[in-house]
């Protein structure tokens, strides 16, 4: 692989993403770029192309934290710095692997030598190595949680903090911070969103010319680095220049009130939870009048602003697409374009002043309903009234002809088609609504998450043990303990404890994992009535916004007609999930067998790929199997392969009607599981359930049921009937 980077000039198309990163080298306070786009979209290519671009920094000399000469950290662990020697040395880019540990971040204190020698000895991380300059996250979104956390704080106050055990170091952390994602592999939660300053979606060109130059330029790139990257030297000089230029520009630049007014309007109109928006959105605009040489910033500035700092920030819930309305943005831009004049008090009949051309197209006691523009008086009406006339239509052809156009939607095909008479058209999902909480019992060892009980790196100390690699979390008790009865025989003397290697004893801390939550879903022709499937498609994503809130991976299988399909492999996307699960169409039989046995044979083979990571299978059914000889027995024997291995399992319990005959509820009894009905899933009024389920199972060690509100009501007559 060649050392010679891509040139940033030499990348074809993505003009936001450029702008975007260029603005951040410029200003870094904008708070970096976060880059949503498909694979293969060279997003990595143009990060570690940004920084070539970078000026040269000034640091000490054998300073392993870069501080700067002419202002040293007076914190600085290798301080403090007295008329320092300094040289140059071009800015860095630190790129940080998904599967970093905390400590290898923000750098590692050797407690055993400060304990034992009284020293404090560091081991610089990366934010120190990337301290001024780019920290490139490929795949935040893989990220744990409580790792993207540190990042992003680290970003936000410029300040590295180690704390361990009463001896805490502290340093300067400031960086251009670039993070990289594939929303199919899943989303970053809404608080880790807010904290990136910029957000760019980017997407493969469909145009053949420029793909053409994309192959093009990558392979004159990988024939011949050099010389390709000696064609944009020229280019990348005059932008690196500009670059600088626009950094020195920046502290003159000013921001008007009328474009810090448009600021605050345009995000109150979109209604932006909290205010860093609006700082991002003004650092950013300010950026962009230093990049195009101006001090003043304008309109185009706040509009461009804001098409990059407020779609992520527009999310309401996890399957919410991050956008921007951009009419509402022009509208908004329009109403406060002009500067406050404290004159409009006048409420006068006919105002002809200055306020007229302003006011004017409001002045009508219609105009702000149809929210027009000028010229908005006759156009709103045939635009509203348009949809009506052929929605007031379309009804009026269902009474008499019951083979309309609705039919294929709705109703059996005729009679020529007899094989999609089976099959109805998917219904849309119920509103999701805030779900019981279902655990797998037992203390797991998996993933950082929201779920279950685990033994991770955050929570509460549980218990003592011998180190297991490079002490981290000491148990200082424990340590003492382990170290007072050999006082004598090592000839303590004075008040100082002797303290050995072996006596040393790390905290076990339990917290909460996620788990990967697998939906075997029955589409068959039993559950197709269209309002029991619109609850059931409610319920189930509901269930996927809880595996979003607590960080589960999710996947989801379908079963009916002649078998099962694997409709959503496991993923961190709830996203997929959810729109896998909207174009669900029903009908046809019920092998519910074929579908517990591709759930059995999915869940093996991630057990080899994260055996760590605990399963929670949740069946949603009503419990009926068909289609083949024996049809039932097979289902009870595949539902009897989970309950040996003692997978935690859920049954969703789709039955309705004043007669039910039980069957999902002996299939939870099989499985070794809970049954749960639609009603029961909902989190609301089970308070008083929920402090009985905890007092009764408490202590409670087995992996192969769930801990979830009337856990033990729900399934106490389901096994007596099994």
């Not at 404290?342 to 306020?355: C, L, R, S, T």
């Not at 009603?679 to 192969?704: K, M």
């Amino acid at each position: 692989m060649s050392d010679v980077r891509y040139p940033f000039t030499a990348i074809v198309g993505m003009a936001d993403l450029r702008l975007g990163l260029l603005l951040n080298a410029v200003s870094p306070a904008v708070g970096g770029v976060l880059v949503r786009g498909e694979k293969g979209t060279a997003k990595s290519t143009m990060v570690r192309a940004l920084a070539g671009l970078l000026p040269s920094i000034a640091t000490v000399d054998d300073c392993r934290f870069a501080c700067d000469p002419a202002a040293p950290d007076p914190q600085c662990p290798d301080g403090p710095h007295v008329s320092p020697s300094a040289s140059e040395r071009p800015s860095q880019l630190v790129e940080l692997p998904v599967g970093v540990a905390e400590d290898r971040i923000v750098g590692s204190l050797d407690l055993e030598r400060a304990l034992a020698e009284g020293v404090k000895a560091y081991e610089p991380g990366l934010l120190a190595r990337a301290h001024r300059g780019v920290l490139y996250i490929d795949e935040v979104n893989l990220l744990q949680d409580h790792v993207v956390d540190l990042l992003l704080d680290a970003a936000a106050m410029g300040r590295s903090y180690v704390e361990r055990e009463g001896v805490s170091v502290r340093h300067a952390a400031r960086f251009l911070l670039v993070g990289t994602m594939n929303p199919e592999e899943g989303e970053l939660r809404p608080q880790l969103l807010d904290r990136f300053g910029l957000t760019v979606e980017i997407a493969a060109t469909r145009d053949p010319a420029e793909r053409a130059e994309v192959v093009r330029r990558r392979l004159g790139y990988d024939a011949d680095p050099a010389g390709f990257a000696a064609r944009f030297a020229e280019d990348e000089r005059t932008l690196a220049e500009r670059i600088v230029a626009a950094r020195e520009l920046l502290p003159k630049v000013e921001l008007t009130d009328v474009a810090l007014r448009q600021i605050t309007a345009v995000c109150a109109a979109f209604e932006v939870d909290g205010l860093r928006a609006d700082i991002v959105m003004a650092r950013t605009a300010v950026a962009l009048a230093a990049w195009d040489g101006r001090t003043e910033v304008l309109e185009e500035d706040v509009r461009k602003a804001a098409q990059l700092a407020l779609p992520h920030r527009r999310r309401r819930n996890p399957f919410d697409a991050p956008g921007l309305d951009e009419e509402q943005l022009d509208r908004t831009l329009e109403e406060h374009a002009q500067p406050e004049d404290p004159e409009p008090e006048d409420d006068g009949p006919g105002p002809d002043g200055d306020g007229g051309p302003q006011d004017g197209p409001d002045g009508g006691p219609e105009d702000d309903g149809p929210g027009g523009g000028p010229d908005g008086g006759g156009a709103p009406e045939p635009s509203d009234g348009g949809p009506d006339g052929p929605a007031s239509e379309a009804p009026a052809p269902e009474a008499p002809s019951p083979e309309g156009t609705e039919e294929p939607a709705q109703s059996p095909v005729p009679a020529q088609h007899p094989a999609p008479a089976r099959e109805s058209a998917p219904v849309a999902a119920g509103d999701p609504y805030r779900t019981r909480l279902f655990t797998v019992k037992g203390t797991g060892q998996g993933a950082q998450g929201r779920r279950s009980p685990a033994e991770t790196t955050g929570g509460h100390t549980i218990r003592a043990r011998r180190p297991q690699g490079a002490l981290a979390r000491l148990h200082l008790t424990a340590t003492l303990q382990a170290a007072a009865p050999h006082q004598v025989a090592r000839g303590r003397s004075g008040r100082a404890l002797v303290v050995h290697k072996d006596d040393f004893r790390e905290q076990v801390r339990q917290g909460r994992e996620s788990n990967l939550v697998l939906f075997v879903v029955d589409a068959s022709g039993s559950m197709a009535a269209r309002q029991r499937m619109t609850a059931v498609k409610g319920a189930v994503l509901s269930l996927l916004m809880d595996a979003y809130q607590r960080r589960d991976k999710i996947g989801m299988i379908t079963f009916r007609g002649a078998g099962a399909e694997l409709a959503l492999p496991p993923t961190s996307s709830v996203e997929v999930g959810a729109a896998r699960l909207e174009s669900l169409p029903t009908g046809g039989r019920t092998p519910l067998a074929a579908g517990l046995l591709r759930a059995h044979e999915v869940l093996r083979v991630e057990r080899l790929r994260d055996p760590n990571r605990r399963p929670l299978l949740v069946v949603v059914t009503d419990g009926r199997a068909t289609g083949g000889r024996d049809a039932l027995g097979q289902s009870r024997r595949a539902a009897a392969l989970f309950a040996a291995q003692g997978t935690a399992s859920v049954v969703l319990d789709c039955e309705s009607g004043p007669v039910r005959l039980g069957l999902a509820r002996t299939l939870a009894g099989l499985l070794g599981g809970t049954a749960v009905s639609l009603d029961e899933l909902r989190a609301e009024g089970v308070a008083s359930l929920v402090r009985q389920s905890r007092s009764e199972n408490r202590g409670a060690t087995s992996t192969a049921s769930i801990a979830s509100p009337a856990s033990t009501a729900a399934t106490a007559p389901m096994r007596k009937a099994a």
